[in-house]
């Protein structure tokens, strides 16, 4: 990785991740809302495998829509982030798919994967490595109107 560039700051990351939950989390429930008919308008239990596999394709489809497009969820566009490429180009599928995988174990080993930034020399997490993409703060919000 040659000069890439400057990852964006660990609080200000989790803040756009924050964001991102929210409004993940209201697709899940509009989501789930959508299988309501297929189970006869009962709860659906939440232990159940194929629900818990629905949202995690939908919460993949989610972020990697986003990142393969702009680079931007809400999130991180109300922080001025943005999801770099390391390596020449935009950000691909694939890349995107190896992100998720890794920030999934990353996050939930007590935030690790997360915290692994603020020992490593370029201030990568583990899925920035593995992905080869990089969360960048941008020098204003590109999507803020001037006057």
Not at 61 to 72: D, E, N
Not at 116 to 135: A, F, G, N, P
């Amino acid at each position: 990785i040659d000069n890439p560039p400057k990852p964006a700051g660990l609080l200000r990351r989790l803040a756009a991740l924050f964001y991102d939950s929210l409004l993940l989390l209201a697709i899940w429930f509009i989501a789930t809302a959508i299988l309501l008919p297929l189970s006869g308008g009962e709860a659906i239990q939440a232990n159940n495998p194929l629900l818990s596999t629905y949202l995690l394709f939908l919460s993949f489809f989610f972020y990697g829509w986003f990142w393969t497009h702009c680079g931007q969820p809400l999130g991180m566009r109300s922080w001025p982030l943005q999801l770099a490429n390391l390596r020449p180009g935009p950000v691909t599928w694939l890349q995107a798919l190896l992100r998720f995988m890794v920030a999934l174990p990353a996050g939930l080993l007590l935030g690790l994967g997360y915290l692994w930034m603020l020992v490593d020399k370029q201030k990568l997490t583990w899925h920035d490595r593995y992905s080869e993409t990089c969360i960048v703060q941008l020098k204003e919000n590109p999507h803020k109107r001037k006057p």
